[in-house]
């Protein structure tokens, strides 16, 4: 395999393009951030389950022709079920916020308890794998421009990962800085009724596909 600078930034750039919308994976990550709670590891794992998708996009689906009728309905149910839920869980919260005391914000907000490890991680994995978005952008739209690339799509792909792990730590950053310098009501309530819309619009609007 031949690099080809022009087609790893091609894959980079359509990548971190797809990638930087404020979506319920990224809002997730945010979340984390603010609650100082295994940031980290949910931002390796975020990446890694992307990198999985671009893997299966690039070395496979895209020449299968994408998935198919059934599996994609499959996934649509269950992430609408998933955002309904979590959005309902958000929602909850703006209602009664509930702010963690102590400037230094080095807890999680009182009332919310600590996830563990493996909570974190089947979170994150939920997120990046229950939201048919991610299956679109990562393993069908990116392998499918793979193709246009013929023998380089692999650069491509190898492109359009990294651009997944520099979107992933640099929002993972700015997380981690948010969450050593906010701990308002204001913020948490905001943040909150934020992505319990978000949710609940892309329920919707995943519902509406499919009439």
């Known amino acids: 395999m031949a690099f080809a ?3 790893f930034t091609a894959g980079m750039v359509l990548s971190m393009s797809l990638i930087m919308a404020i979506g319920p994976q990224n809002a997730h990550v945010l979340r984390m951030g603010l609650q100082r709670q295994h940031l980290w590891l949910t931002v390796a794992v975020c990446a890694l389950a992307d990198i ?5 996009g690039v070395l496979g ?3 299968l022709g994408g998935l198919s009728d059934k599996l994609m309905g499959a996934m649509i149910g269950a992430g609408v079920l998933f955002l309904s839920v979590y959005g309902w869980k ?3 919260r703006f ?5 963690s005391p102590g400037a230094s914000n080095e ?3 009182a009332g919310s308890a600590p996830a563990s490890r493996r909570q974190a991680v089947m979170s994150a994995l939920a997120f990046s794998w229950l939201n048919p978005h991610a299956w ?3 393993a069908v739209l990116i392998g499918t421009a793979s193709l246009a690339y013929g023998q380089g799509s692999t650069t491509f792909g190898l492109g359009a990962a990294t651009g997944s792990l520099v979107w992933f730590a640099l929002l993972g950053g700015a997380a981690f800085w948010m969450g050593r310098r906010l701990n308002s009501l204001h913020v948490w309530r905001a943040l909150d009724g934020a992505v319990a819309l978000m949710m609940w619009g892309t329920a919707l609007w995943l519902l509406a596909g499919l009439f």
């Not at 999985?52 to 299966?56: A, E, F, M, N």
């Open 5 to 7: 600078l022009p087609t």
């Open 52 to 56: 999985v998708l671009i893997s299966l």
């Open 61 to 63: 689906l895209a020449q």
């Open 90 to 92: 958000a929602f909850r």
């Open 95 to 99: 209602l009664s916020p509930v702010a």
């Open 107 to 109: 807890r999680a907000p």
């Open 136 to 138: 679109l952008d990562t």
